[in-house]
C-alpha cells in the first residue's frame, strides 16, 4: 500500500507540476501578446508581402500569350529591412508597459491594412510604414535611455553650479517632470498618429478601381498586352 501510494502521491505531484508549467507559459504569452501580435504581423510582411514587393520590382510583361521572361533574383532588401524593424520593435517593445506594446502592435496591424487596401502602392507602403515603426523604436529606446540618465542626475553634484543642493534639486525635479511628460506624448502617440494620418491621407488619395480593387499596375497592362489573343 505504501509503494501504490507513493505512486500515486508522484503522478498527483507530476501533474500538478505540468499544469503549473503550462499555466506559467500561459501567462507569459498573454502578458506578450501584443508582442507575439507583432511579430505575426511582421512574418506575415516579411514572407507575402515583400516577396510580392520583389516580384514587382523584376515584373516584364510578356507579349501577347507568351509568359513574362524571367529575371535573376534580387538582393532581398526588403525582407532584410524587415527583420531589422521587428528587431528594433522587440526592443523597444520589452522596455515599456502596455500601452505602448499595444500601439506598435496597431502600427504592424495598420501597415498589413494598408497594403491589402492599396496593393498597387505596396513597395511605397513597406518602406514608409516600415520606416515609422523604426522611428518610434528608436525614439522609445532613446526616451528610455533618457530616463535612465536622468535618475542617475545628483543634485549635489548640480549644487557647484545652481548653487546649492535644494535649487539643485528643485530645477532636476521641474525638468524632469516637463521633458519626461513631453516624452512621453511624443513617443507613446504622436509618431503612431502620424502613420495612421499617412494610411488615411494614401487611402483617400485616389479611388479604387471599379474594375479590380486589388489589381496593381502590373496585372492592369498585363491585361492589357495580352487581351488580343483571348
Given at each position: 500500500?505504501?509503494?501504490i501510494?507513493?505512486?500515486?502521491?508522484g503522478?498527483?505531484?507530476?501533474t500538478?507540476?505540468m499544469?503549473?508549467?503550462?499555466?506559467?507559459i500561459?501567462?507569459?504569452?498573454i502578458?506578450?501578446?501584443?508582442l507575439l501580435?507583432s511579430?505575426?504581423?511582421?512574418a506575415?510582411?516579411?514572407?507575402?508581402?515583400d516577396?510580392?514587393?520583389?516580384?514587382?520590382t523584376?515584373?516584364?510583361?510578356?507579349?501577347s500569350?507568351?509568359?513574362?521572361?524571367?529575371?535573376a533574383?534580387?538582393?532581398?532588401?526588403?525582407?532584410?529591412?524587415?527583420?531589422?524593424?521587428?528587431?528594433?520593435?522587440i526592443?523597444?517593445?520589452?522596455?515599456?508597459?502596455s500601452?505602448?506594446?499595444?500601439l506598435?502592435?496597431?502600427?504592424?496591424?495598420?501597415a498589413?491594412?494598408?497594403?491589402?487596401?492599396?496593393?498597387?502602392?505596396?513597395?511605397?507602403?513597406?518602406?514608409?510604414?516600415?520606416?515609422?515603426i523604426?522611428?518610434?523604436?528608436l525614439?522609445?529606446?532613446?526616451?528610455r535611455g533618457?530616463?535612465?540618465?536622468?535618475?542617475?542626475?545628483?543634485p549635489?553634484?548640480?549644487?557647484a553650479?545652481?548653487?546649492s543642493?535644494?535649487?539643485?534639486?528643485?530645477v532636476?525635479?521641474?525638468?524632469q517632470?516637463?521633458?519626461t511628460?513631453?516624452?512621453?506624448?511624443?513617443?507613446c502617440?504622436a509618431?503612431?498618429?502620424?502613420?495612421?494620418?499617412?494610411?488615411?491621407?494614401?487611402?483617400?488619395?485616389?479611388p479604387?478601381?471599379?474594375?479590380g480593387?486589388?489589381?496593381?499596375a502590373?496585372?492592369?497592362?498585363?491585361?492589357?498586352?495580352?487581351r488580343?489573343?483571348?
Amino acid at each position: 500500500m505504501d509503494i501504490i501510494n507513493a505512486i500515486g502521491q508522484g503522478l498527483l505531484d507530476s501533474t500538478i507540476w505540468m499544469i503549473n508549467g503550462l499555466l506559467l507559459i500561459a501567462y507569459f504569452l498573454i502578458g506578450q501578446l501584443p508582442l507575439l501580435l507583432s511579430l505575426l504581423c511582421a512574418a506575415a510582411i516579411a514572407f507575402v508581402f515583400d516577396p510580392q514587393a520583389i516580384k514587382r520590382t523584376q515584373f516584364m510583361p510578356g507579349r501577347s500569350l507568351r509568359p513574362s521572361p524571367e529575371r535573376a533574383p534580387v538582393l532581398r532588401q526588403h525582407q532584410v529591412l524587415t527583420g531589422v524593424t521587428a528587431g528594433l520593435w522587440i526592443v523597444a517593445s520589452l522596455l515599456f508597459p502596455s500601452p505602448v506594446p499595444w500601439l506598435g502592435m496597431a502600427m504592424w496591424l495598420l501597415a498589413i491594412v494598408g497594403l491589402l487596401f492599396l496593393p498597387a502602392e505596396d513597395v511605397q507602403l513597406l518602406w514608409r510604414n516600415k520606416t515609422f515603426i523604426i522611428i518610434y523604436s528608436l525614439a522609445l529606446i532613446v526616451f528610455r535611455g533618457y530616463l535612465a540618465l536622468l535618475g542617475r542626475a545628483s543634485p549635489q553634484a548640480w549644487a557647484a553650479v545652481m548653487g546649492s543642493s535644494a535649487d539643485a534639486q528643485r530645477v532636476l525635479a521641474s525638468n524632469q517632470g516637463l521633458l519626461t511628460t513631453i516624452g512621453f506624448w511624443v513617443a507613446c502617440f504622436a509618431l503612431p498618429a502620424a502613420q495612421v494620418t499617412y494610411l488615411v491621407q494614401r487611402l483617400t488619395t485616389h479611388p479604387m478601381s471599379l474594375l479590380g480593387a486589388r489589381q496593381r499596375a502590373a496585372d492592369i497592362v498585363e491585361d492589357i498586352r495580352t487581351r488580343g489573343g483571348d
